[in-house]
């Protein structure tokens, strides 16, 4: 399974960014899809998750500014992220839980999202 995460960059704080992650693979047949972001030095950290129902968690750092979705005819989630703050600066990688079908989940890459002060 690829998963193809776009939409990161540079934005001011209090500015606006949506993220994208593209599956290889039908996203409802996923338990859940998630979110998490890691800075240099620190662990990976969760931000959101969404399950194949639509039932949705956000981390309570980004409650209220993050709002994680998904379409699945387009297999493909998304983070809309509103009234950004410099520490929000990090690399967002996607996860797939696909453990009923594969056994594991899966990772994408990442993208850079850097908010400036």
């Known amino acids: 399974v690829q998963l193809q995460a776009s939409g990161g960059g540079l934005v001011q704080a209090g500015g606006s960014l949506r993220l994208s992650c593209a599956s290889s693979e039908n996203i409802f047949k996923s338990n859940a899809m998630r979110w998490y972001r890691q800075t240099p030095g620190k662990q990976r950290e969760y931000v959101a998750y969404?399950?194949?129902?639509?039932?949705?968690a956000h981390a309570d750092s980004v409650k209220g500014r993050f709002t994680i979705s998904r379409d699945d005819a387009k297999n493909t989630v998304y983070l809309q992220m509103i009234n950004l703050k410099p520490e929000d600066t990090a690399v967002y990688y996607c996860n797939a839980d696909f453990s009923s079908l594969y056994g594991h989940d899966f990772w994408g890459q990442g993208t850079q999202v850097t908010v400036s002060s």
């Open positions: 969404i399950t194949s129902w639509g039932s949705t």
